[in-house]
């Protein structure tokens, strides 16, 4: 079992052009029978719902998540190890 945090907090992130912003938000995977981190993704926003388990957003027949957040925030990952499918944010 895999557990899925929204965690707040503030982070400076470099992006590819070496500029710097703040992200207010991660997701963060838990190991269900010992707490273990398996994963750390960090968003634009701070999150404030998931869906998990509806959709197969890449079509590689596993389940993939959506979750929306502050400022327009919407991100589609793969729950398995966190690789982001869609991140689009108005910040």
């Known amino acids: 079992m895999i ?3 929204l965690l707040f907090y503030f982070y400076l992130h470099t992006n590819i052009l070496g500029e710097t ?4 938000g991660a997701l963060i995977a838990l190991r ?3 707490s273990s ?4 993704t960090h968003t634009h926003a701070w ?3 998931l869906n998990c388990g509806n959709i197969d957003i890449n079509k590689d027949g ?3 998540c959506v979750g929306t957040g502050r400022f327009a925030t919407i991100v589609a990952f793969d729950p ?3 690789l ?8």
């Open 3 to 5: 557990i899925v945090l």
């Open 21 to 24: 912003y703040p992200c207010l």
């Open 32 to 34: 269900g029978n010992d």
């Open 37 to 40: 981190v398996l994963w750390t």
């Open 47 to 49: 999150m404030f719902e």
């Open 62 to 64: 596993q389940m993939d």
């Open 80 to 82: 398995r190890n966190g």
């Open 84 to 91: 982001h499918l869609i991140l689009c944010s108005m910040s």
